[in-house]
């Protein structure tokens, strides 16, 4: 009797272990819904984190998530999403509150010439004046509030030079390169935008 007590206790420990092992081998598999909840609940936690750092100022809604309840590929889901974030920010509207003045004692006896457009062409000064925008707004767009550095900026015209806009310091502003397309498209509809660097920072996230 003892005997056979100690045969049902070893052989009950196997099965355990054995039933334990293979339930935590294809626990992804047995429990797919709750991982796959998982998954995407901590894929939004990451895209919520990574677009707060890169544009602190921008809002973005999430609540497209609820369309995709019944999307069951996770990553067309997780694309879907990063999609429709992508298109909050390219239809975000250009809002320049004020350009902050530059002490006339930093302005060179030039400028005032240089700042009346010629024939379309940039002003000779224009690297100047580029600089002098990079510092005063802060090394970041001033539309999605990214921080940039010189190389992946742009400066915009707030009035263009279709619609008489010059080239005084107050008349420039500084934005990022994926800002600065999305306006210009606005201005002009036939330039077409073929690459975002927000595309590249977001589909990075996609598991
Ligand atoms: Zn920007």
Known sequence: ?????????????????????????????????????????????????????????????????????????PQAKQYALIDNIINQYTTKDLVIKSTPIVPTKELWSSYVLNSKPISKKLPEDWLKRKAIIFQRDDKSCQKCSKVIDIKNSDIYMIKSLNDSGQYYLENLTLLCLDCFKIENLKRDESKTIKYLDIKDELYSLVK
């Open 1 to 73: 009797m003892n005997f056979l007590g100690m045969d049902f206790i070893i052989s009950s420990i196997i099965w355990l272990i054995l039933v334990f092992g293979f339930m935590f081998t294809f626990r992804k598999k047995i429990f797919s819904f709750y991982y796959k909840q998982n998954d995407m609940e901590l894929f939004v936690n990451n895209l919520q984190k990574t677009l707060q750092k890169i544009y602190p100022k921008l809002k973005f809604d999430f609540s497209f998530l609820e369309k995709l309840e019944n999307e069951p590929n």
